[in-house]
């Protein structure tokens, strides 16, 4: 199953932490597309090429059978929304992932957002085992093939 991850990529922790969930979802021979890394050439032009950013990230979506989406925060990341948003209407399940323990309208989400997913996998906030979440994310990828 050819996977986009989406999530917030703007400090070390961030990336370190999607890099890592890639790696465990991507060990049972998932194809995973990760902006941070496979979208960022266009971005390291002079000047930045934002469109053709863009555009890797539109159309790995496009080619995805299914987004798995980190949607922590008091509110999500705004890129992570419009994937989200873009995957919906594109018809891709959404595999919809929490592991903030604050809370908020729906299920601790916009409700657009909670409701355009597919699953909402949700991981208590003090829970900072990955491996379990990668798990359970491949529990409900497994349920779509």
């Known amino acids: 199953m050819n996977l986009y991850l989406a999530g917030p990529l703007f400090t070390q922790s961030e990336r370190r932490w999607l890099r890592q969930l890639a790696q465990l ?17 266009p971005l390291l ?5 934002f469109h053709g950013a863009f555009e890797l990230c539109r159309d790995a979506i496009d080619r995805c ?24 209407a594109r ?10 323990f604050r809370g908020g ?8 957002l909670r409701r355009s997913a597919h699953v909402l996998i949700e991981i208590p906030g003090t829970d900072e085992e990955i491996t379990g979440l990668a ?4 529990r409900e990828l497994d349920k779509l093939a």
């Open 105 to 112: 309208e729906d299920a601790g989400l916009n409700l657009m």
């Open 65 to 88: 059978d299914a987004v798995v989406a980190v949607l922590d925060g008091p509110d999500t990341d705004s890129g992570t929304a419009w994937e989200c948003g873009y995957a919906y």
């Open 45 to 49: 032009r002079d000047p930045p090429d």
């Open 135 to 138: 798990e359970s994310i491949l």
């Open 25 to 41: 979802l991507a060990d049972p021979g998932h194809g995973v597309f990760l902006p941070q890394d496979d979208a960022q050439a």
């Open 91 to 100: 018809v891709k399940p959404v595999v919809a992932v929490r592991t903030d």
